[in-house]
């Protein structure tokens, strides 16, 4: 397999051992927390906000919102199933 589809695997490849490393480097003098619930609440409030406003004025943009909203929510659905649990269970043992 080549093309595009290697280079974008290769990118998410190298995005996650780097991130990975580097959170090892930030726990050396820092403590990681989760945004709360409140707070990421009201950016996605926004973000839609700004989708919306975006969609008013681009027709193009518009045309796509809709359907990408739906897979965006699918794909969610299932990380939360396959990814969130698999993390959480392997954590755990």
């Known amino acids: 397999m080549g093309g595009w589809f290697t280079k974008e695997l290769n990118t998410v490849a ?18 990681i927390r989760e945004f709360p619930a409140e707070l990421m609440a009201a950016f996605k409030e926004e ?12 027709a193009r943009f518009a045309a796509i919102l809709e359907p990408w909203r739906t897979f965006r929510d699918g794909i969610s659905e299932w990380h939360s199933l396959a990814e969130r649990s698999y993390l959480t269970q392997q954590s755990q043992i």
Do not use: I, P
């Open 14 to 31: 190298d995005y996650d051992v780097r991130n990975q490393a580097d959170l090892q480097r930030v726990k050396e003098f820092a403590s």
């Open 47 to 58: 973000t839609e906000n700004v989708l919306d406003s975006v969609a008013a004025e681009d």
